[in-house]
């Protein structure tokens, strides 16, 4: 029985040198230790055996396993480190190829700008307010010194919802709102940014939704010059030291005196284009010094408090600081024309 065993070990050990699959290994495997195999057999017969003979056959026969066991696990392991290997040299990757970029997005041109305008009044101590695009009659034109019938108001062709209801014309509500919420006492500096409406022609300059950006300053002492300061320091910071800057006298019925800002223009340098309508300039802003009326009906004492207030249009700005030669871009939303101004 002991040569049976040995031979069967031989036997084995031969085959799982030449295999050259893991399907072979497995037949081997089966062929020698599976409950059919010849070693099984062997123990099977051990009943016949002496008492001496048994452990020592019994002893063997399971060395005679382990010893075909083990050659086949290292034959497998083996196998399986060649086919890896096999594997890694046939599916290298070329980590230096370019990658296949993915599209990123990124904020579009207008939100850029007000947030730069943010930025820049937030430097000058100015905080952020917000209101209602859904407004009264009331904030948007009475508070604002616009009684109803007040022929100003044709200043602004309004989107009315109801009697009382429209969209707001512009951001200058938010003074009022904000006037009242402040209680009459407390100094106020705020900038308010927002969309506004108005029932004119979209052309290359004018759009019927626009965005503005109101600014709002009251305190004692408060004088025109201060708000020529601001105002300059902001074109300046916008535009560059170089882009000249003018003041024209004009009417709002909420400032008194009251002026309108206009910048030289980029895409045509001042000679005149479509986009100045061949001035050489582009209004961005209305300013001037808050009527003593709006300060009396914001509950502020316009004979200790005065203040200075104005309004500004993005767009305007977007266009004059980038040449954009139309207005519309900003609202027909090509990607071609948005993706230019993406900072990376
Ligand atoms: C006003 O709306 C005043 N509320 C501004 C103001 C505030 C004056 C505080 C005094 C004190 P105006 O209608 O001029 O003013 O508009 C202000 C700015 O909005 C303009 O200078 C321009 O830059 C922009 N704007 C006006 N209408 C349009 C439009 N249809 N499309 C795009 N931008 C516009």
Redesign the pocket.
């Given at each position: 029985m002991k040569e049976r065993l040995q031979e069967l070990q031989t036997e084995a050990i031969e085959k799982v040198e030449k295999a050259t699959t893991l399907t072979d290994l497995q037949d081997v495997r089966v062929a020698y230790l599976g409950k059919k195999g010849p070693i099984t057999e062997v123990l099977r017969g051990m009943g016949k055996l002496s008492k001496e003979e048994r452990p020592v056959i019994g002893e063997l026969a399971n060395k005679v396993r382990e010893a075909i066991a083990s050659a086949l696990d290292a034959k497998k392991a083996d196998m399986e480190k060649a086919e890896l290997e096999k594997k890694l040299a046939t599916e290298t990757i070329d980590v230096t190829l370019p990658g296949r970029p993915i599209p990123v997005g990124g904020p579009h041109l207008l939100t850029s700008i007000v947030e730069e305008i943010e930025d820049l009044f937030i430097g000058m101590g100015f905080e952020i307010k917000e209101g209602p695009e859904v407004e009264t009659d009331y904030y948007n034109f009475e508070a604002?010194n616009l009684p109803k019938g007040h022929p100003a108001r044709d200043?602004?062709d309004s989107f009315y919802i109801t009697e009382e209801l429209l969209l707001r014309?512009?951001?200058?509500p938010v003074?009022a709102r904000t006037m009242k919420e402040y209680g009459g006492s407390k100094p106020v500096r705020m900038i308010c940014p927002g969309k506004?409406y108005?029932r004119?022609t979209d052309d290359a300059?004018?759009?019927?939704q626009?965005?503005?950006v109101?600014?709002?300053l009251i305190d004692k002492n408060v004088r025109m010059s201060d708000l020529k300061g601001v105002l300059n320091r902001f074109a300046k910071e916008m535009f560059g030291e170089e882009r000249e800057i003018r003041l024209r006298p004009?009417f709002?019925p909420?400032?008194e005196p009251?002026v309108?800002?206009d910048i030289s223009c980029k895409v045509c340098h001042g000679e005149g284009c479509s986009v100045c309508k061949r001035t050489g300039w582009i209004?961005?802003?209305?300013?001037?010094m808050?009527h003593p009326n709006v300060l009396e009906m914001g509950g502020y004492d316009p004979n200790v408090y005065s203040g200075?207030?104005?309004?500004?249009?993005p767009?305007?700005?977007a266009m004059l600081k980038y040449g954009v030669d139309d207005?519309r871009h900003f609202y027909t939303n090509d990607v071609r024309f948005l993706k230019q101004y993406h900072k990376v």
């Amino acid at each position: 029985m002991k040569e049976r065993l040995q031979e069967l070990q031989t036997e084995a050990i031969e085959k799982v040198e030449k295999a050259t699959t893991l399907t072979d290994l497995q037949d081997v495997r089966v062929a020698y230790l599976g409950k059919k195999g010849p070693i099984t057999e062997v123990l099977r017969g051990m009943g016949k055996l002496s008492k001496e003979e048994r452990p020592v056959i019994g002893e063997l026969a399971n060395k005679v396993r382990e010893a075909i066991a083990s050659a086949l696990d290292a034959k497998k392991a083996d196998m399986e480190k060649a086919e890896l290997e096999k594997k890694l040299a046939t599916e290298t990757i070329d980590v230096t190829l370019p990658g296949r970029p993915i599209p990123v997005g990124g904020p579009h041109l207008l939100t850029s700008i007000v947030e730069e305008i943010e930025d820049l009044f937030i430097g000058m101590g100015f905080e952020i307010k917000e209101g209602p695009e859904v407004e009264t009659d009331y904030y948007n034109f009475e508070a604002l010194n616009l009684p109803k019938g007040h022929p100003a108001r044709d200043m602004q062709d309004s989107f009315y919802i109801t009697e009382e209801l429209l969209l707001r014309t512009h951001t200058s509500p938010v003074q009022a709102r904000t006037m009242k919420e402040y209680g009459g006492s407390k100094p106020v500096r705020m900038i308010c940014p927002g969309k506004v409406y108005r029932r004119d022609t979209d052309d290359a300059t004018h759009s019927h939704q626009f965005t503005q950006v109101e600014g709002l300053l009251i305190d004692k002492n408060v004088r025109m010059s201060d708000l020529k300061g601001v105002l300059n320091r902001f074109a300046k910071e916008m535009f560059g030291e170089e882009r000249e800057i003018r003041l024209r006298p004009s009417f709002f019925p909420f400032t008194e005196p009251s002026v309108e800002m206009d910048i030289s223009c980029k895409v045509c340098h001042g000679e005149g284009c479509s986009v100045c309508k061949r001035t050489g300039w582009i209004e961005i802003l209305g300013a001037g010094m808050v009527h003593p009326n709006v300060l009396e009906m914001g509950g502020y004492d316009p004979n200790v408090y005065s203040g200075f207030a104005f309004g500004m249009g993005p767009e305007r700005i977007a266009m004059l600081k980038y040449g954009v030669d139309d207005i519309r871009h900003f609202y027909t939303n090509d990607v071609r024309f948005l993706k230019q101004y993406h900072k990376v």
